[in-house]
């Protein structure tokens, strides 16, 4: 298999691989946990006939994202409890805010660290009493520390001594050398409060926050899994003020790309598609799509063949086209002065390092 398709297709038509022989079987698995989604396949599959091997790996990937789901609601419970003296809510963000919020976006999903978004006049008082509660800081450099603290949308990265658990402390949702400025406050006042004393962002911004996250900030790594995301939350979450709220973020574009290639590659969802009276109109010659200024932007089909640069076995492929969205990544991320500066601290102190 020249790319990642198989898993699309198994993904978007579980019932499809059921015609898979056993080599099959074992390639889409090899390719579901390179891409950090064996526990969506395992989910998505269940009840397709496989062999046995393949049922047995399936329900490990399973029981892993499981173990993940309340490993990830625990530490946000931990969070909350050593946010709780400063009387902030605990915004959830990405994996842990799905399985929180109990949306489809979280069944099976692999979950790594714990993202959460607080105000940022409030940032050093979240810093602190989490320093008290037993995090420790994960990057000792003091440059790197310096370039957190003044360009980046999060804390330095920290961990828990006794958990071995990270935390991403946000007060943004992009770098604030980025050239787009999402309203973080507006996500924060319209954060939806659960049962248990944490949020959620509201659908609409779940779905700004992740497109940002994929389209506007990264080099797609990890990307099916994030458009998967996407997919869910479009099917699930999204309202007809989406595209208004998209343009409020500056993520209209992003939004728009994101809608556009979850349908094209996993299926089509039409919530997104009533909109506003002036999405309509700008969409009145192509029925159902949501506005897209391509202005300045890679056509779809690179992004689609970055997405699925993978071969059968889940190794990584076409190596230009990973560079190019790596360099487009820093490019979006900074001025290219600024850019140029940190490319040669970062190089010559890895240089002193290896020297």
């Given at each position: 298999?020249?790319d990642?398709?198989?898993l699309?297709?198994a993904?978007?038509?579980p019932a499809?691989?059921?015609?898979?022989?056993?080599a099959g079987?074992t390639?889409?698995?090899?390719?579901?946990?390179a891409?950090?989604l064996?526990?969506?396949?395992?989910?998505?599959v269940?009840?397709?006939v496989?062999p046995?091997h393949?049922?047995?790996?399936?329900d490990?990937?399973y029981?892993?994202?499981?173990?993940?789901?309340?490993q990830?609601?625990w530490?946000?419970?931990?969070a909350?409890?050593?946010?709780?003296?400063?009387?902030?809510?605990?915004v959830?963000?990405k994996?842990t805010?799905?399985v929180a919020?109990g949306?489809?976006a979280?069944?099976?999903r692999?979950?790594?660290?714990?993202?959460?978004?607080?105000p940022?006049d409030r940032?050093d008082e979240?810093e602190?009493?989490?320093?008290?509660?037993?995090?420790?800081?994960?990057?000792?450099?003091?440059y790197?520390?310096?370039?957190y603290?003044?360009?980046m949308h999060?804390?330095p990265?920290?961990?828990?001594r006794?958990?071995?658990r990270?935390?991403?402390?946000?007060?943004?949702v992009?770098?604030?050398?980025?050239?787009?400025t999402p309203?973080?406050?507006?996500?924060?006042?319209?954060a939806v409060g659960?049962r248990?004393?944490l949020?959620v962002?509201?659908?609409?911004?779940m779905?700004c926050?992740?497109?940002?996250?994929?389209?506007?900030?990264?080099d797609l790594?990890?990307?099916?899994?994030?458009?998967?995301d996407?997919?869910?939350?479009?099917?699930e979450?999204a309202t007809p003020?989406?595209?208004?709220?998209?343009?409020m973020?500056?993520l209209?574009?992003?939004?728009a790309r994101a809608?556009?290639?979850?349908g094209?590659?996993?299926?089509?969802?039409?919530?997104?598609?009533?909109?506003g009276?002036?999405?309509?109109r700008?969409?009145?010659?192509n029925?159902?799509?949501?506005?897209?200024?391509e202005?300045?932007h890679?056509p779809d089909?690179?992004?689609?063949?970055?997405l699925?640069?993978r071969?059968?076995?889940?190794?990584?492929?076409?190596?230009?086209?990973r560079f190019?969205?790596?360099v487009?990544?820093?490019?979006l991320?900074?001025?290219p002065a600024?850019l140029?500066r940190h490319?040669?601290?970062?190089?010559?102190?890895?240089?002193?390092?290896?020297?």
């Amino acid at each position: 298999m020249r790319d990642a398709i198989s898993l699309v297709h198994a993904l978007r038509d579980p019932a499809s691989s059921a015609t898979l022989d056993g080599a099959g079987w074992t390639q889409l698995i090899a390719s579901a946990r390179a891409e950090q989604l064996a526990g969506t396949l395992a989910d998505r599959v269940r009840g397709v006939v496989k062999p046995r091997h393949a049922d047995h790996l399936l329900d490990a990937a399973y029981a892993s994202a499981e173990q993940g789901r309340v490993q990830a609601l625990w530490e946000a419970e931990m969070a909350r409890r050593a946010l709780a003296p400063l009387g902030l809510p605990v915004v959830l963000l990405k994996g842990t805010a799905y399985v929180a919020a109990g949306l489809a976006a979280g069944r099976g999903r692999s979950i790594g660290d714990l993202d959460i978004l607080v105000p940022r006049d409030r940032i050093d008082e979240v810093e602190r009493a989490l320093l008290a509660a037993g995090w420790e800081w994960v990057k000792p450099d003091p440059y790197d520390d310096a370039y957190y603290r003044q360009w980046m949308h999060e804390l330095p990265p920290l961990i828990h001594r006794e958990r071995d658990r990270m935390i991403d402390v946000h007060h943004t949702v992009l770098p604030l050398t980025a050239r787009i400025t999402p309203d973080a406050g507006a996500m924060l006042s319209d954060a939806v409060g659960l049962r248990d004393g944490l949020a959620v962002l509201s659908g609409d911004d779940m779905i700004c926050h992740s497109a940002a996250h994929l389209f506007a900030d990264g080099d797609l790594a990890g990307g099916l899994r994030n458009l998967w995301d996407l997919h869910c939350l479009f099917a699930e979450v999204a309202t007809p003020a989406l595209w208004e709220r998209a343009r409020m973020h500056g993520l209209e574009v992003a939004v728009a790309r994101a809608w556009r290639l979850a349908g094209a590659l996993y299926a089509p969802t039409r919530a997104p598609a009533q909109a506003g009276a002036q999405s309509r109109r700008r969409t009145a010659r192509n029925p159902g799509l949501p506005p897209a200024r391509e202005h300045g932007h890679m056509p779809d089909r690179l992004y689609r063949r970055r997405l699925l640069a993978r071969d059968g076995w889940g190794r990584a492929t076409r190596p230009v086209t990973r560079f190019a969205f790596f360099v487009r990544s820093h490019w979006l991320r900074m001025p290219p002065a600024m850019l140029a500066r940190h490319l040669f601290t970062k190089w010559r102190k890895g240089h002193r390092a290896s020297g």
